[in-house]
């Protein structure tokens, strides 16, 4: 994961995404766009979300079968404001991925029980990342998860943005 840190505004690459792309997905604290090849997140660079993204590349998942592939994070100047750039991913359409995600779901309503055994080793080494990640942060997170922040990759599920 590559961080590029502009010497000017994102103002005028957000614009050129929102105009050129098209908009796939959007939530509390960001907006998701793509251009058929990659998807572009549009979000606060001081946002749980980049925290995740740091922790994770910082405690070696950044390869993770379960977590989206990022090219780069482009950071405007002022750090303020940032375009992930990712792989692009899609909505989950299969029976098992349903079963599955109805299983990490139930983990997260009860985010301080361990994960159950049902779910693969690495899919609970992510959940465990994200319960790490969140006892970390000093002003705490909000865990998000519902169907917009899992998406598939084949018959693999990814954890997208599990946090607000």
């Known amino acids: 994961m590559e ?3 502009l010497k000017t505004s994102i103002e005028s690459l957000e614009n050129d ?13 960001a907006k998701v766009y793509s251009d058929g090849r990659y998807a ?3 979000c606060g660079y001081r946002s749980a979300y980049i925290g995740w993204l740091l922790f994770l590349k910082e405690n070696g998942y950044e390869n993770h079968p379960n977590v989206p592939k990022i090219e780069k994070i482009i950071v405007g100047k002022g750090g303020n404001r940032c375009v ?14 349903k079963k599955e ?9 009860r985010y301080r029980a361990k994960p159950p055994k ?3 080793k690495k899919l609970n080494e992510v959940i465990l990342s994200i319960r790490n990640f969140s006892k ?6 909000i865990l998000d998860m519902h169907l917009g922040n899992v998406m598939a ?12």
């Open 40 to 42: 572009y997140k549009i």
């Open 17 to 29: 995404i929102q105009r050129n792309m098209k908009q796939i997905g959007y939530g509390i604290e």
């Open 84 to 97: 992930v750039m990712m792989e692009l991913l899609k909505p989950i359409n299969c029976d098992k991925l």
């Open 3 to 5: 961080i590029q840190y």
């Open 136 to 141: 970390q942060r000093k002003n705490g997170i």
């Open 153 to 164: 990759r084949g018959e693999t599920l990814v954890i997208t943005d599990p946090v607000i």
């Open 118 to 120: 049902k779910v693969r």
């Open 101 to 109: 995600y109805d299983t990490i779901e139930k983990t997260y309503d």
